[in-house]
């Protein structure tokens, strides 16, 4: 028999845990708001029923946050953890029993489900006979999220092979399940502010601590402990620190053991994270005062930001802000130095490993056919390269356009 002193002290752990305040990151209303736009994009996309299985989704529907999804784990442990949302109806989440407590803490979510932890088969027969028996499946068009990383493409033909036997008619429904989260509400662009101060605290730490000496994974440390000290949560990307110039073909770097030397550039790459919102910004430091081409260049890149701030509003066409900076990035030279160079930025928003790069972009090379509108209340991040890499974000408003840190676009010089 269990010693009585393990039991007890067992149930005195769970009492203390089934005490701990849920931490849900927003309202009810404004999960249900969620919930009808999301409903509405269903039906414009003639989708009956949707089964979310990002991450990204679930969190923006009813606030579940994990640090594990079984995403590249034994193929016994199959990721089929899912919300199937109805589009007259509500939602079910299936997950599992060990992530009871986690629903708890941090999900609005009601009607919860939760799988046979150990039959590998027998899960997905039971979400399928789950959402059947609620008539969400014969006759229905019922969308998956074919371009989500979870689940991986082996039990994401499973699911589709187990609806389409069911009687679906199945469709590809990422876009459904992405554009519903393109426009943020005013909830969603409070927590991408703070996101951003998060991010300016901690490129400030780093300035205030970085030396030569230090390895890139320490300066790599010292940046996530200013974030984290700020409030930020893990990145859905590593948060690097590097030697070198980003648009240079480092730009993808990960932190390692190389030494810092007081004649090096340290270029880093985070994103401030609040409430798994995510906002860019990168930084570029140096020991010494830099070059006079350094500081030009650094001056032609910031240049294409007052176009971007002034230019982007609400209903005006992207292609022809596009054709604004590639004509300034032109005249200034800035092809003639690097062929290669990539300019644009891509929606920042809700995200978990392995990405934080969102579905919406613009490309301002080549991109000037772009017959799309900006809209109030979307959110980017914009990528100002050419040899530096010069990148901030910034959020469209009705009365402005206007970029989410408030550090200067300069080379810090540290260490002094």
């Not at 589009?87 to 708890?104: K, N």
């Not at 371009?147 to 187990?162: L, Q, T």
């Amino acid at each position: 028999m269990l010693d009585s002193t393990i039991t007890r002290f067992l149930a005195e752990q769970q009492e203390r845990i089934s005490g701990t305040d849920p931490h849900v990151a927003f309202s009810d209303e404004e999960y249900a708001s969620r919930l009808v736009r999301l409903q509405r994009a269903m039906a414009e996309d003639g989708v009956d029923t949707l089964v979310l299985s990002s991450p990204e989704a679930q969190n923006w529907l009813h606030g579940l946050a994990l640090r594990w999804y079984k995403a590249n784990g034994p193929r016994d442990w199959r990721p089929l953890t899912c919300t199937v949302v109805r589009v007259d109806a509500g939602y079910i989440l299936f997950e599992g029993i060990e992530h009871t407590e986690m629903i708890r803490r941090t999900s609005v979510a009601r009607d919860v489900r939760l799988l046979p932890r150990y039959e590998r088969d027998g899960m997905l027969r039971f979400i399928v006979t789950e959402i059947a028996g609620e008539g969400w499946v014969s006759g229905s068009r019922v969308g998956i999220e074919l371009f989500s990383a979870i689940p991986n493409p082996a039990v994401s033909r499973m699911m589709e092979g187990a609806l389409l036997d069911a009687g679906a008619r199945v469709v590809d429904a990422t876009l459904t399940a992405r554009r519903v989260r393109m426009i943020k509400s005013a909830d969603e662009i409070a927590a991408v502010k703070r996101a951003a101060e998060i991010c300016d605290a901690g490129l400030l730490h780093l300035a205030n601590v970085l030396r030569p000496g230090m390895t890139e994974l320490e300066a790599h440390g010292e940046l996530i402990r200013g974030l984290s000290a700020a409030g930020g949560e893990p990145a859905g990307l590593h948060q690097v620190a590097f030697v070198g110039l980003a648009a240079l073909g480092v730009y993808h770097e990960i932190s390692g053991h190389r030494v810092i030397t007081e004649d090096d550039f340290l270029d880093v790459d985070p994103c401030g994270v609040y409430k798994r919102y995510h906002s860019n910004r990168s930084q570029l430091y140096a020991f010494k005062e830099p070059p006079s081409g350094a500081v030009e260049l650094m001056r032609i890149l910031t240049g294409a930001f007052d176009i971007l701030t002034e230019r982007a509003r609400p209903g005006v066409r992207i292609g022809d802000v596009n054709a604004e900076l590639y004509a300034y990035y032109r005249d200034a030279g800035v092809f003639e130095l690097n062929s290669s160079v990539w300019i644009g930025g891509y929606e920042m928003g809700i995200a978990f490993p392995p990405d934080w790069v969102g579905e919406w972009k613009f490309t301002v090379v080549g991109g000037e056919s772009d017959d799309r509108v900006f809209e109030s209340g979307m959110v980017a991040n914009f990528e100002s390269m050419c040899g530096i890499g010069l990148l901030d974000t910034f959020i469209i408003e009705d009365d402005a356009t206007r970029l989410l840190s408030k550090l200067p676009h300069e080379i810090m010089v540290v260490g002094r």
